[in-house]
């Protein structure tokens, strides 16, 4: 899209097919409570969201955003997505940022030869960000996580099979969900990792995505995410 572009770097769906390595690499990701966060982290501002338990592969071409890749690459290998609204100007103040992103790790990166860089970013945890240390050339956050909450965890689960099985019929990139991503979705055994695989596959809306972010408490982020989802279909059939 031409406002990502005009963002210093744009989603590269071409390159690698997001939903299907999202879903792939649940069974091979590193428990992301082992991770340990930094306390500070840079981020570039765009109109997306990333979903943690998920990947996001970007093309970084703008100067600034080559240097806060170099900083994070240098450092942890972090960086968050500052979602900003698609009708807005990113560089118009904070308050043009949301407050609730996903602590992203660089886990592949190839820097080419004019300074440009293909990546893939996983989403590991929520966090907030409560302070700016630095705005120019690029932002850094001091950040804190966000923890989920499951007041019913048997509702939770029932509402997450139930959202598996909503997609399981849903086209995506030209084909619909194979059974064997429907059966692996299935047999993940948390309703939180579930909700946000679904979310960044499944959800284009760049405002409903954010909503779902920003939901903590499980079982109201999958209610909300059933409605999205069951807009769709109807959109669609």
């Known amino acids: 899209p031409a406002n990502l572009r005009d963002s210093g770097a744009c989603l590269q769906s071409s390159l690698l097919p997001v939903r299907w390595i999202a879903v792939s690499f649940l069974s091979c990701m590193p428990d992301h409570e082992s991770i340990e966060i ?17 990947l996001m592969p970007l093309f970084i071409f703008e100067p600034r955003y080559r240097e806060m890749l170099r900083t994070a690459l240098e450092a942890e290998r972090f960086f968050c997505i500052g979602t900003c609204d698609p009708d807005s100007d990113p560089d118009h103040g904070d308050r043009a940022i949301s407050p609730v992103s996903t602590a992203g790790l660089v886990r592949a990166c190839v820097t080419h030869d004019d300074g440009t ?17 630095q705005r120019e050339p690029f932002r850094i956050a001091r950040i804190e996580p966000v923890a989920c909450e499951v007041e ?9 099979i139930e959202a598996v099985d909503l997609v399981s019929g849903m086209a995506g990139e030209g084909a619909a969900m194979s059974e064997k991503v429907h059966e692996h979705l299935r047999s993940v055994d948390d309703p939180s990792t579930i909700a946000d695989v679904i979310a960044h596959s499944f959800v284009t809306d760049p405002r409903q995505r954010q909503e ?7 079982s109201e982020r999958l209610h909300r995410l059933s409605r999205f989802l069951q807009a769709r279909i109807a959109d669609q059939s």
């Open 212 to 218: 779902l972010l920003e939901t903590r408490e499980v």
């Open 117 to 133: 860089s293909h990546l893939l970013l996983l989403g590991t945890q929520r966090v907030r960000f409560v302070d700016w240390l």
């Open 38 to 54: 930094p306390d500070t982290i840079p981020l570039m501002v765009l109109p997306c969201t990333l979903f943690p338990h998920s």
């Open 152 to 160: 019913d965890p048997a509702l939770a689960t029932q509402l997450a």
